[in-house]
């Protein structure tokens, strides 16, 4: 079956496909016209997954510092915030810590952002990690988070860091995936 539509007064009719191209009288409005299917099967364009293109970038994850890795700093700071205000400047360091730092991973490269006012950015290209390895100090023991120590045969300091993130694991399997591929 297929839809057709009056072209004068916009009444739908039911047809047999065999009947398609043929003259007919519009039982409304009396016009005559050709039937040509209007409303009917539409074919639905193939959709690209999402990561299926290996030419698209896409943004796996992306985060800073945890914060609960600063929660000592935090409370010392609030715990001063009496004594002539040393206590809001600690704050604002430690807040500044955390903000200053950003990691991208895409599906072509890792971003490490260092700083706000000077920023030192380092991109790495997937393919030139050679080696992905996880140091703790206490603090990240205490708190579940690590730092990152990305090893690259891109950079002249061979290692970059990217500090006390709580998405450790993820970031781990996800590049050692990415590094396969
Ligand atoms: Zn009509």
């Given at each position: 079956m297929a839809q057709i539509k009056?072209?004068?007064?916009?009444t739908q009719y039911q047809i047999d496909n065999?009947?398609?191209?043929r003259q007919a009288t519009c039982t409304i409005c009396g016009n005559v016209f050709v039937m040509m299917e209007t409303v009917g099967r539409s074919t639905p364009v193939p959709q690209q997954s999402y990561?299926?293109?290996?030419?698209v970038e896409n943004e796996i994850i992306s985060g800073r510092p945890a914060w609960r890795y600063y929660i000592f700093d935090i409370i010392i700071s609030l715990w001063l915030i009496?004594?002539?205000g040393i206590g809001i400047l600690l704050l604002l360091i430690t807040i500044w810590r955390r903000c200053a730092s950003k990691y991208v991973l895409t599906t072509k490269k890792l971003k490490i952002i260092n700083g706000i006012i000077i920023k030192n950015e380092i991109t790495i290209r997937i393919e030139d990690i050679r080696a992905i390895s996880i140091k703790r100090n206490l603090w990240d023991v205490i708190f579940c988070t690590a730092t990152l120590v990305i090893g690259t045969?891109?950079?002249?300091?061979?290692e970059c860091f990217i500090k006390h993130i709580g998405d450790y694991k993820f970031m781990q399997i996800k590049i050692d995936e990415l590094t396969r591929r």
């Open positions: 009056c072209p004068h007064c916009h065999n009947d398609l191209g990561s299926a293109n290996p030419d009496p004594f002539f045969s891109a950079l002249q300091s061979a």
